[in-house]
């Protein structure tokens, strides 16, 4: 299927698997955590319908009560994710929004993660943006994202 949003166009693999990342923390082992663990799945599994993925080349990769600063030891849903990437059992890495992958991150996690995608040709999909990591502008504005997000809780921590 291809896609032009906010004028980026890219045609994602459909025909592969993609990986729904989800990430939810800050309410831990409660029903308004669980309730939003569901709400964020299902927005997601929307999502990936409505961009033409069927159920049997869905997975769904759960870091939730895990805060998005923590070191990648210590999160297993995203060391799945990136052995998916690097085994190449998906083309797809869906996200509510780009800063569920790292928060606080350094500019080497963000680097590595995105040279796996474009090793891998996994593109990178977001509600409001679909972004192929090998397209300089793409990679440019996946990276930007993610960086200034950083920077933003940075600076309101620390200001």
């Known amino acids: 299927m291809t896609t032009s949003r906010t004028q980026l166009t890219v045609t994602l693999a459909t025909n592969q698997k993609a990986a729904l990342y989800i990430r939810q923390a800050g309410v831990h082992q409660t029903r308004l955590g669980n309730d939003l663990r569901k709400l964020y799945t299902e927005l997601l599994l929307t999502f990936a319908h409505e961009m033409g993925w069927p159920d049997d080349l869905i997975i769904i990769v759960n870091d939730s009560d895990i805060p998005a600063s923590a070191p990648l030891e210590k999160r297993e849903g995203l060391q799945q994710l990136i ?15 780009e800063h569920s992958l790292y928060r606080n991150a350094t500019l080497v996690a963000i680097a590595i993660f995105m040279e796996q995608c474009k090793r891998h040709g996994v593109c990178v999909a977001t509600p409001e943006l679909v972004y192929d990591v090998s397209n300089p502008m793409h990679e440019r504005l996946f990276r930007l994202s993610l960086e200034s997000q950083t920077f933003f809780i940075y600076a309101r921590t620390n200001g």
């Open 83 to 97: 052995r998916a990437i690097e085994q190449d059992e998906v083309k797809a890495v869906l996200l509510n929004i």
